[in-house]
């Protein structure tokens, strides 16, 4: 995604022919960039040749998952429904992993019925009726636990998942008491330890801090795990100041771990795979000056992207065409809907703007369209993917037909 003769273009088309073609707004991706990350992301850990378990939560579009499918990527799922759109993208089933507090008993009898690879308990409650159902269909299942490192992520506190206060994992002690439960029972089979200590982490140190507690862990106790997940949370660059994630110090510290600790690492990548391959155009509705500032209102809302409402999140917003000579203005971008927090942006020395110009929210491809919904009956929108001068919609507007 870049400009090309002063129009923001991606790969081969310009935003301003995508919108003139399917209407504002909508989302698109650059296959270029998706197949980019994921070769990256490979290249960054083939010393351990890793299982690469692709987030579902932050992107469910099927048809992206199966372009992810096709570079050999498992899945991380957190519901009946992830779990079906990731078989129904042809993953397969023995490179699924399925994580969450609250797994239903539905849920935990379907993820055994399609023998998946792994699922990742929470909690003493779940493990027993993880052994409840295997039991009754007379079965061997393979479990993780997540453990709950009591690290802090070093991120926004809304997506930190690893301390002690957060009702994700178990911590040390019900840790090692599950792993007796599990050796006792018939129908489980105790193969992973789990961890996921938070999303966009950008600083190396939470990684090798929770590394030295899970080695700290194994030594421990006598149990040998076939699987050590990691969990995802690879940070990635909102904006130019933001500092990058070392993967390669990152990579040396599991490396030592494994010297150690023979076993296969996973990883649940969701954001560093999908998360700079979209961007959200919008149109500019209406322009509304108050005494204090000028409102920029655009077509795309809170609803349709919501990381700026619920976390405070900042993306990059550029114009679909640069103008050198205009003049600079400070915009508050925001969205039509009835809520203050329905705000994406704002920005000081913006180029000046006119009614019905098209704006580019960048870096939405993860949790983007996948944390939309109707509020104000609003129709979702459509998803496109690029693919040089090819586009392809993988997900038609929704009709107002369909929410009446
Ligand atoms: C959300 C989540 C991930 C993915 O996190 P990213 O920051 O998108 O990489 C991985 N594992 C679990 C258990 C999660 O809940």
Redesign the pocket.
């Known amino acids: 995604m870049r400009y090309i003769n002063k129009k923001f273009t991606i790969e081969k088309i310009s935003i301003e022919n995508i919108a003139k073609k399917f209407g504002t707004p909508f989302y698109c991706y650059s296959y270029y960039q998706l197949k980019k990350n994921i070769i990256n992301f490979k290249s960054k850990f083939k010393s351990f040749s890793p299982l690469i378990c692709f987030?579902i939560?932050?992107n469910t579009n099927v048809n992206l998952i199966k372009e992810i499918k096709k570079f050999g990527l498992g899945a991380?799922v957190?519901s009946m429904g992830e779990l079906m759109i990731a078989l129904k993208a042809g993953i397969n089933p023995k490179k699924i992993v399925f994580?969450g507090v609250g797994k239903t008993s539905k849920e935990i009898s379907f993820a055994i019925d399609k023998n998946i690879l792994l699922i990742n308990a929470e909690s003493k409650s779940e493990i027993q009726e993880i052994h409840r159902i295997s039991k009754l269909k007379n079965k061997k299942i393979q479990i993780g636990i997540r453990l709950n490192p009591n690290t802090d992520a070093k991120t926004l506190k809304q997506i930190s998942?690893g301390k002690e206060e957060n009702k994700f994992g178990v911590n040390e002690k019900t840790f090692l008491e599950l792993i007796n439960y599990c050796k006792i029972s018939k129908n489980l089979q105790l193969k992973c330890l789990s961890v996921?200590i938070g999303?966009?982490i950008l600083d190396n140190k939470p990684y090798k801090k929770m590394l030295k507690i899970i080695d700290k862990i194994i030594d421990k106790v006598d149990h040998k795990f076939e699987f050590i997940d990691l969990?995802?949370?690879?940070g990635i660059s909102y904006n130019q100041k933001d500092k990058k994630l070392n993967y390669n110090e990152y990579c040396k510290e599991i490396k030592k771990f494994l010297k150690k600790h023979k076993s296969k690492i996973i990883f649940?990548?969701?954001?560093?795979i999908i998360g700079n391959t979209g961007v959200l155009v919008s149109k500019i509705i209406y322009i509304k000056k108050n005494k204090r500032k000028s409102f920029v209102i655009l077509d795309a809302a809170m609803n349709d992207f919501m990381r700026p409402a619920l976390y405070g999140a900042s993306h990059r917003t550029l114009p679909s065409e640069r103008k050198k000579n205009k003049s600079r203005k400070s915009y508050e971008f925001v969205g039509p809907i009835c809520e203050s927090t329905d705000k994406f942006i704002s920005l000081k020395n913006f180029q000046e703007l006119k009614e019905k110009d098209l704006i580019a929210i960048c870096d939405v491809g993860?949790y983007g369209m996948s944390l939309s919904s109707n509020y104000n009956m609003r129709p979702k929108l459509p998803e496109l993917l690029i693919k040089g001068s090819n586009i392809k919609v993988i997900r038609k507007r929704q009709k107002l037909k369909d929410l009446l």
């Open positions: 987030a939560k932050s991380d957190v994580s998942t996921h999303s966009q969990g995802g949370g690879m649940e990548p969701g954001r560093s993860a």
